[in-house]
Nanobody, 123 residues
């Protein structure tokens, strides 16, 4: 069982930055990976970024490459999503999710989910 708690969302103007945090607790394994996913109104939940705990390998959806950075603090068991150069189309509820089956970009393959945090980017 893994528990995830997100924080750091808010309202920002286009071009601005936000940093989301995901504090994790519970039992993990060697295949543990954490991802950030988002869901905009009327749209399906989509993958944003992921990090593999064992070697810090990261992967991003094309639309955020060069703008978003996923990272982790092992001592705090926390994963971050630094979001720069934000665009109105980044507006969504952002979820932190964990997989014990390895790295994945498919939302349904994440087993554990946080409650979500709203990110709103105004034009």
């Amino acid at each position: 069982q893994v528990q995830l708690v997100e924080s750091g969302g808010g309202l920002v103007q286009a071009g601005g930055s936000l940093r989301l945090s995901c504090a994790a607790s519970g039992r993990t394994n060697s295949n543990y990976a954490v991802g950030w996913l988002r869901q905009a109104p009327g749209k399906e939940r989509e993958f944003v970024a992921t990090i593999r705990w064992s070697d810090d390998f990261t992967y991003y959806v094309d639309s955020v490459k060069g703008r978003f950075t996923i990272s982790r603090d092992n001592a705090k068991n926390t994963v971050y999503l630094q979001m720069n150069s934000l665009k109105p189309e980044d507006t969504a509820v952002y979820y932190c999710a964990a997989s014990l089956m390895g790295l994945t970009i498919i939302p349904r393959q994440y087993t554990y989910w946080g409650q979500g945090t709203q990110v709103t980017v105004s034009s």
